[in-house]
Each structure stands twice: as structure tokens, then as C-alpha cells.
């Protein structure tokens, strides 16, 4: 199975403080309020989310900016 | 101007240590192959480094391993790219120190750094059995530990009592090591000499202390913390659907100790 995350929506130089993550079997969970968190808070967040949605913590990450 | 080198030699000496660096002699590596779900569990795997001196070992995830050391060289930290922090996560996020007498353990749970420490009093019952792992004759060992029977394949031919995890005490390193139910299965693919000082074997030796009994099992109570999911969800009902299905990964959650001794 690809272990591929797939986030949404970026500006380029942080993430913005809200963007849709699609999880690594396809669901996708709205990420609403980001403002005052490390990008490691963050991670930590979509790797929980990942795990109960599929059962597994994401291998990899995909980052579209547009 | 001797004692100001001695005062220099004495700070820095405080320093390394303070870091929780460790001097390698030896390495292994091993593969876990792991299944964290009681219920239609993915089967998952993960690496791990095993650094080993004379008198102690010390073992990490093999990502850890390789970010703590990017941590250290300042080239990773809290605010680098999402794709770059996940490369060097896992879901064992515990380093652990083993000497013969105690573990010592220090792991990140969502928000802080703990340590505890527990008494390594491993008892295993060796078995007349034999097989060859790799270019090693190894002999079978089998213990009752953390709720969950083990069996043990080790080596005299590596003099060394540690193995993956907080398996130690037979006299020989563990090539391999699982549970009767087969959902943890480590097995060694790497053993070589190395010979240097790892400054970031634990670069959080300061963490908070805590007694094993107050921090057993917080994984499965992380998963459904719904502090975490206020953080970064503002639609209730999503919370509401995401925690329902937190509720259900926590009840089926399998983690490697099932009971605290």
C-alpha cells in the first residue's frame, strides 16, 4: 500500500493554518487551526490521524504547493 | 594557567555527558516485523540500531538514530518541512540504555520528554535446541516477560549479553527474538564493529523522570486524547467521527508490553 500523505494546500514558506490531508488510504480529514504549532506538533497531529483512520503511521509525505 | 585546563577539561567532560552520548564498540541491526492491532491488523515493519560496548547497549529506531543526529548537527529541527520531520519518526519512539543490572528508558510522547527506569531482571530458561542464523550456531532461550511469552535465538559467538528491545542477560547476543503470538518478531541483518563516540545517542537525558507505573500504556491513551484533536480540528462533528474511530484503534491496540513487568 502506498505510504504516501498527501496535503492539500501550502503557502511556500508555512504551512497555512488550515488545508485538507488526505491520509494514506484515501480519507481525508479537514486540519483547521495550525497557527502557533511547530511543523513537528503538526506532524505528530496527521501521523495520529493517519494511524486511526488506516491502522498505520505514514512512511512519507507529499507536499503540493500551489 | 593548569588549572584553567583542568576547569575547561572538568566543564567539558560535564557537557558530553549531559548529552547522553555513548561510546560504540559493535552494532546490530535488526528488523521488527509488528502487527500494533489485535483486529485485522496491517503487518508493519521497522529498523532498529543496537550500539553495544563492553559494559552496556544501547537501542534506538534506526530514523531516530539518523535524525537525532541531524537534531545535533542543527540540519533538522522542530520547524523543518513536514515531509522532512516524517521521515525520522516511529512508532517506538523509546531509546533504551541496558547495563546488566538496570533499563534505562527515555522516549517523546505528543508533548513532553520522559525517562524511567526499571530493573533488568530478565530470567530466561535456555533450551537444548540449535539452529543457524546467518554464519551463527544459535542456541534457544524462552522467558515470560511484559505479559507476552518470548523465544530467543543467541550466539556465543558474540560474546556480548544485549539484544533488540530490553531482551538481555543470555550469554551471547540475540540474533532473533519474538513472541509466541508472533506479533513482534525481531530478527538481526547487521552486526559489525564501528569504534566511535555517538553524541546523540540521547540528546534528552534531561527529560522528565517519571515511575513506569504513571507512563505504562500511554500510547493507547494518547490515541484517544481528545485535547489533541480540539488543537487542530475546529468542526465538532469531525472530532466527534475522528475520536470514534481513535476509540476503536485504542480498544484493539497491541503494544509490544502488555503488562508492566
Known sequence: MKKTLLVGALFITSIVSAFPFRTSCGTVVNVTQTEGYTMEQITNFLQFVNYNECGTKPKGITIYIH | MKIYYSLFFFFFIIIIKSQGGFGVVYEADYKLVYKN??????????????????????????????????????????????????????????NIGTTTGKIYVTFKTSNDYFKYEETNNINWQLINEFKTIGKYKCQKAITKKYGRTWIAYFTKEIPFPFGPYKFSKLPGLILEVFDDKDDYHFTMYNFRKRKYYCSSANLHSNAKAVKKEKIFDYQRKELTDPTLYNKFIEDPEERRSLLKKAGNRAKNYNPIELRIY
Open chain 2, 37 to 94: 492491532q489485535t483486529k485485522n491488523a496491517i503487518i508493519q515493519d521497522a529498523a532498529f540500531a543496537l550500539l553495544i560496548n563492553e559494559k552496556e547497549s544501547y537501542y534506538k529506531n534506526i530514523n531516530q538514530y539518523v535524525g537525532d543526529s541531524l537534531r545535533l548537527e542543527k540540519k533538522l529541527h522542530e520547524n523543518s518541512p513536514i515531509d522532512e520531520q516524517m521521515k525520522y519518526t516511529s512508532d517506538f519512539p523509546e
